[in-house]
Every structure is written in structure tokens, then in C-alpha cells.
């Protein structure tokens, strides 16, 4: 039975395939909804850029297009030579990633310059030919797998070093440059595709970039064809780049932000996102039903900048608090937000989570909110997250219990800032109100 499944499944990738035309490709999505669904669930994950052009601390790949044939040479035979992160470590990179919270990480395994941070038989422009000359993106998958961690490998079919190979002008926007008017690099990208699904194991996202619609459709193509359950998330579902929608999208999306300015790092000239904001777009991004990838730039050493990991720190240490609300929920159809509060429901829809974001929340101060977002039952329990409501450090005489009331308007809260998350207290992030046993005949 599950053999005549897969066949079904491959025969409906090859009639798209004969349906489809190279000058007039359509956005084709194989994924499985239940594959969405999970993936989905995931909500967080880290993005990482990295290639051998981070020695220089420049714009990853891009220096390619409209450069010198001098600067081409030296960036292809010279710059590789120095190539040696004698730092990395994988368990290092997907602990920081578990303790913020993330679920799965997405690895560039190749970008636009074709730089291949793989072991792979199609080029000898990898790492494997570097001083360091290991296999970066198997340690981290193996890693990824010790930890839970659902394993992404980004990949491009823009491929500036075959072009550059293959004497034609390196560019993103001329058709030459395409897989699809270009056989040569259609197969090249197809194979190197390959070698990623099969020399691994099983792999449960892959994230393909890209100008070529048709380059992203073929190379999807190949990854269904090997593992039918794999969630393609660009190429095949919408994923906005550095921006939030409005309003919900209809399906499973994800945005994806840089951490700085830059996907790749940049030791100078470099503006990082304050954790809060950070934290904000993943609340709005979850409320609307969106996944969060947020993306880190390690060194050319393979450490992470402490600048990013002082940023993460700070994500992980929210998370730690109010994990819990970001676990199995999804948005609150009836209102997404109001004021400076965010909705998120349990599955069951039988409990709510309020994210406030309020500046300036001084420790021990009480705030009431009102809100018509849901209804509340003669049953229903009020708490902030990692708050127990009983005790406020240092004053025996204060009364932090959270107080919930229906009223004809809606419901109305009040709930104090109790816990001491800082040495000085200003803990400025948004906290999370837990309210429980809803009224669900909404």
C-alpha cells in the first residue's frame, strides 16, 4: 500500500512536470497538509549564512555580480585557501538555537556563489578543499538530530562559479544565467540537489532561494521525488524577506529577518536588533500564524559574534519564561490584536495567551486590561507566566494575585509584574497572561 502511495505520489510530480513551462512557471506545492501542519507547529527556527566570503565581512555571494575578472579569480582560487573555521562547533550552535526556543535550523549548503559548504562529487569549490576540509553541514545535521532540532538545508540554483566556469556573465537577471534557459546548470543544481537529500539521511525542510522560479520548481521537484513527507518553504509556500504581512496570509508562511542588516556577518558598519524587538516580531508573526526564521552570521572562525549570542541570550531568557505560550497554540480567529496586547489559543481552544507589551513595567506595579477578544466561564484561572502570584521579593505586604472578571464588554484583568528577572528589575519585555477554561461556543 504505502509503495503504491509513493508511486501515486511520483506519477503527480512528473504530469505537473509535463504541465509545466519553463518561460511561464507557476509556483507548484507538493507539500503534504499534514507536513504543513507539523512544520507549522515548529513556529521558531534559526536561520545561518555562511560561506567562505565571510573572511572578508562582506555581503555574502553578491560582490560576484558586475565584478572585475581580477577580483573573480582572486575570490575563487585565492580566497578559499584561507578558508578554516577552526572554531566550530555544531553542538554549540544548536544548543543556543534549543535554548531560545527555535525548533528547527536552516542551513545555506550552498548560495549564490556556488561555494559548497558540502561534501560533494559535482565541484571542487567546497569546503572539503579548504584548510579546514570537513564536512560542516553533516556535523550539524548529526547535531541537530541529538538535539530534536528538525534539519533545513537552504540551497541555491543561482550558481555565480558555474557561470563564471562556464564563460557566461555572471548575473542574476539574464536569462543565460538561469537554469531555466540554461540546460548546462539546470542538471549541475539537479545533482548537487541529489546529493544533499540522499548522503544525509533524511531531511525534513529545505529552503529554496533564488531568482528562477522554474530553477526552485525543478529542484523541488527532486526533493519530493526522494522524500515525498519534505516541507519545501521558499519555492514552494510564501516566505516575506525582512517583513511582517499586515494580516494573516491564507496557509502555512514564514517570514525570514536578519538579526543585523546583513544575512552574513559583518564586523563593522553592523546595527543589531534589540532582543525586544526581536521578540515582538515573533509574538505578531505567530499571532497571524506565520513561522519566525531569524537569521545568525557566524565568524569566519565559526563562532558566533558575541554581539548576536548577547542578543540570543536574552530571546532564550524570555523563552525560558513563556515557552509555553509559542508550544501547540495557534491564532485567535476572533481578534489577532488590540492595543498593545497579542492573542494566542491552545488547539483545544480551551485557554488563552495575552502577550503585553508595555514599556517601562515597573516591578511590583499593577496594570488592568479589557479586552472582548474571548469569553471566560465560572471556571476559568488567571496567571502570568513564570509568576506563582503570591510573593513580590522584598514586600510582605504586597498582593500580586492576578484578578479576572467577565464583564458585559468583554473580560477585564488586572495582573502586577512580580518577577525579578534582573539584578536592577528593569526587565522591559512583554510578559504573558494565561487565562484558562474559555467559554468556546464562540
Known sequence: MRNSIKSLFILSIVICSLSLNAQDIKILNLNKPEIE???????????????????????ISHSMVGASDNYLKRYIYELPK????????????????????????????????????????????????????????????????????????????????????????????????????????NEY????????????????????????????????????????????????????????????????????????????YRPTNETYKLAKDVIIKLIDIRAKGGNFLLNFGPDALGNFPSEQLGVLNEISLWMFINQEALNQTIPNQKKIKEDNMWFLKSKDRKTAYIFINENQWK???????????????????????????KVLEYNKDANPVPVLKQTADG????????????????????????????????
Open 37 to 59: 501542519q507539523w512544520f507549522s507547529d515548529l513556529g521558531f527556527g534559526m536561520f545561518i549564512h555562511w560561506s567562505m566570503d565571510v573572511q572578508l565581512g562582506m555581503v
Open 82 to 185: 584561507t578558508f578554516n573555521p577552526v572554531n566550530f562547533d555544531a553542538k554549540q550552535w544548536v544548543n543556543a538555537a534549543k535554548l531560545a526556543g527555535m525548533k528547527y535550523i536552516v542551513f545555506t549548503t550552498k548560495h549564490h556563489n556556488g561555494y559548497c559548504m558540502y561534501e560533494t562529487n559535482t565541484t571542487d569549490f567546497s569546503i572539503m578543499h579548504s584548510p579546514y576540509g570537513k564536512d560542516v553541514t553533516k556535523m550539524l545535521i548529526d547535531e541537530c538530530r541529538k538535539a530534536g532540532l528538525a534539519v533545513g538545508l537552504y540551497f541555491s540554483p543561482d550558481d555565480f562559479y558555474f557561470l563564471y566556469k562556464q564563460g557566461t556573465l555572471i548575473s542574476r537577471v539574464r536569462d543565460e544565467a538561469l537554469a531555466s534557459n540554461n540546460p548546462e546548470l
Open 189 to 264: 543544481v539537479k545533482k548537487q540537489m541529489t546529493e544533499l537529500m540522499t548522503q544525509y539521511g533524511k531531511i525534513d525542510i529545505v529552503f529554496l532561494d533564488g531568482m528562477d522560479q522554474f530553477g526552485k520548481t525543478e529542484l523541488a521537484k527532486v526533493c519530493w521525488e526522494i522524500n515525498p513527507d519534505v516541507m519545501i518553504t521558499r519555492g514552494a509556500i510564501t516566505t516575506p524577506e525582512q517583513n511582517t504581512p499586515d494580516s494573516p496570509i491564507f496557509g502555512v508562511w514564514e517570514a525570514c529577518y536578519t538579526l543585523g542588516n546583513q544575512w552574513q
Open 363 to 389: 516591578f511590583g506595579d499593577r496594570k488592568t486590561y479589557t479586552t472582548d477578544a474571548f469569553k471566560i466561564t465560572e471556571n476559568s484561572q488567571i496567571s502570568v507566566l513564570g509568576h506563582n502570584g
Open 411 to 442: 473580560i477585564e484583568f488586572s495582573v502586577t509584574r512580580s518577577q525579578r528577572i534582573y539584578n536592577d528589575r528593569q526587565w522591559d519585555n512583554p510578559i504573558v497572561v494565561k487565562i484558562t477554561e474559555l467559554s468556546i461556543a464562540e
